[in-house]
């Protein structure tokens, strides 16, 4: 139980197009579901924190029209990298909070997306 | 706002060596304390993870962390690695609240050679 599935987990774009990675908790519903960002030999960013039905929640530092969150069901998140860059190229990971979950509930990450803009 | 420091950064060992990775966190509140492993190419794997209750926590793969409240410390522990161990350990936190995200650590890079 607990699966998160993220797609594509691999995904190449041009410079200036973009591109949309979905989240999916394949066996349970998650309200709040978190996008994370990690380069190379680094930690995980947080990028931003999505609830479903409403808007996310971005860090600061995070451009909102850049990349657009939509949440809009209980199971699928979804992260658009709008007119993507070299320097959008990374490895994005998201998360899924189980929902009706309170302050110990662990969260299931997906396997990840790398992404590439040549 | 939560942080989470992990001390070293790159740790080289030799197979049957013991380990220990520092993790230390500041939060004022209530915490959930995780690390989390990395294979090479590989996504994210959760080793092991502390709510409530007994400090000494033991994991996956022979792993146990002890969360010390008194140094904010959740430190990783392993009696004697393998090579397999060689990998990225990520330590996380978040606030016992519901909805909130994890916080993580720059991670450690664990080296061990046969």
């Known amino acids: 139980g607990a699966v998160v599935s993220q797609h594509p987990s691999r995904v190449i774009c041009k410079s200036g197009t973009s591109v949309k990675i979905e989240c999916r908790s394949l066996?349970?519903?998650?309200?709040?579901m978190f996008w994370y960002r990690q380069f190379p030999k680094q930690s995980l960013m947080l990028m931003a924190t999505?609830?479903?039905?409403?808007?996310?929640?971005?860090e600061q530092g995070v451009e909102k029209d850049k990349f657009l969150i939509n949440h809009a069901s209980l199971t699928l998140s979804t992260l658009t990298v709008t007119s993507a860059h070299p320097e959008d190229s990374s490895f994005y990971i998201c998360?899924?909070?189980?929902?009706?979950?309170?302050?110990?509930?662990?969260?299931?990450f997906g396997q990840g997306t790398r992404l590439t803009v040549v | 706002a939560q942080s989470v420091s992990q001390h070293n950064h790159h740790v080289i060992l030799s197979e049957a060596a013991s380990l220990e990775l520092g993790c230390n966190y500041s939060?004022?509140?209530?915490?959930?304390l995780f690390w989390y492993v990395q294979y090479p190419g590989q996504h994210l794997q959760l080793l092991l993870k502390?709510?409530?209750?007994?400090?000494l926590v033991k994991g996956i793969k022979g792993f146990e962390a002890e969360f010390i409240k008194s140094k904010f410390s959740f430190n990783l522990r392993k009696p004697s690695v393998q090579w397999s161990d060689t990998a990225e350990y990520f330590c996380?936190?978040?606030?016992?609240?519901?909805?909130?995200?994890?916080?993580f650590g720059k991670g450690t890079t664990l080296s061990v050679s046969s």
């Open positions: 066996d349970f519903q998650a309200t709040t």
């Open positions: 999505s609830n479903e039905g409403s808007k996310a929640t971005y």
């Open positions: 996380a936190v978040n606030a016992n609240q519901a909805g909130t995200a994890l916080i």
């Open positions: 939060y004022g509140g209530t915490v959930n």
């Open positions: 998360s899924a909070l189980p929902t009706g979950g309170r302050g110990n509930t662990e969260a299931f």
């Open positions: 502390y709510f409530s209750g007994d400090p």
